[in-house]
């Protein structure tokens, strides 16, 4: 069997975290709180502030059907495994295409791409110093460098475009080829990325770290002989229970959509 072309699944080699096996789950944010000197006799006292908002992942369900005829079934006793695994691969990519494409799915996590602060572009692609940039707003926005797991995510376009810039002209290329490194982080890329559209080229520099996947409980699959009886074709039914968001979206995350 040769497996069907799925879009490449990037968030787990980023560094996003992943949970299996998982209720309903809860991540605080705290925000706003802050400091202040006071004199050694008096003074003002600092404000009292402080806010804390939370993140939550709750099952969304996440259906692939695949009809099959009587006749494959009888002849081929591989093809179960084999569609087990385009179908897993298939509900996976379909996940990563809700929270990286650039409008949110009707049932489906809301997009982390769609979320994320925006990087202008005065021109037709991004010049270096843009996408320098990207990084200097996570880092003005209080992103720690040395505890992050900074990566880049770009799509087909962007790659091609990575591929061509020189961060210091005929001395050193921005994407290095051999650890597949972008400006110093690791890049990883797939049509997965704004791929609501289909068209322009897009870069996303996030902080995986403050990205949370779970998958609650197994995939179950149903081999279904009743619904196409009549016409001798059973199928396949697959459901997975899943979700997906990020943690401080607009600060920790910064995109180029359809550059």
Do not use: C
């Not at 650039?102 to 769609?114: E, G, V, Y």
């Amino acid at each position: 069997w040769t497996d069907q072309l799925e879009a490449n699944l990037v968030l787990a080699s980023a560094g996003a975290n992943f949970y299996s096996g998982v209720d309903n789950m809860k991540f605080p944010v705290f925000s706003s709180i802050n400091s202040g000197f006071v004199g050694e006799t008096g003074g003002t006292a600092p404000a009292a502030n402080g806010t804390a908002t939370s993140v939550t992942l709750d099952p969304k369900k996440l259906i692939s059907i695949v009809n099959v005829s009587a006749e494959a079934i009888a002849q081929n006793a591989s093809i179960e495994a084999a569609l087990r695994r385009n179908m897993a691969a298939s509900v996976a990519s379909t996940l990563e295409l809700a929270l990286l494409g650039d409008s949110d799915i009707t049932d489906a996590p809301t997009s982390i791409f769609l979320d994320a602060a925006t990087q202008t572009v005065a021109g037709a692609a991004p010049t270096v110093a843009e996408l320098l940039n990207m990084e200097a707003t996570l880092l003005g926005n209080g992103v720690n460098l040395q505890g992050a797991r900074m990566a880049w995510l770009l799509d087909s376009g962007a790659l091609a475009e990575a591929k061509q810039l020189a961060q210091v002209s005929s001395v050193s290329p921005a994407y290095d080829n051999v650890d597949k490194s972008f400006f110093g982080y690791f890049a990883f890329a797939s049509s997965n990325l704004g791929g609501g559209s289909g068209s322009g080229t897009n870069y996303m520099l996030l902080d995986a770290s403050k990205v949370h996947v779970a998958q609650f409980g197994g995939l179950d699959v149903i081999y279904d002989i009743y619904t196409n009886a009549g016409t001798g074709e059973p199928r396949y039914i697959l459901t997975s229970l899943v979700d997906g968001d990020m943690v401080q979206n607009t600060t920790a995350a910064v995109k180029i959509a359809n550059a």
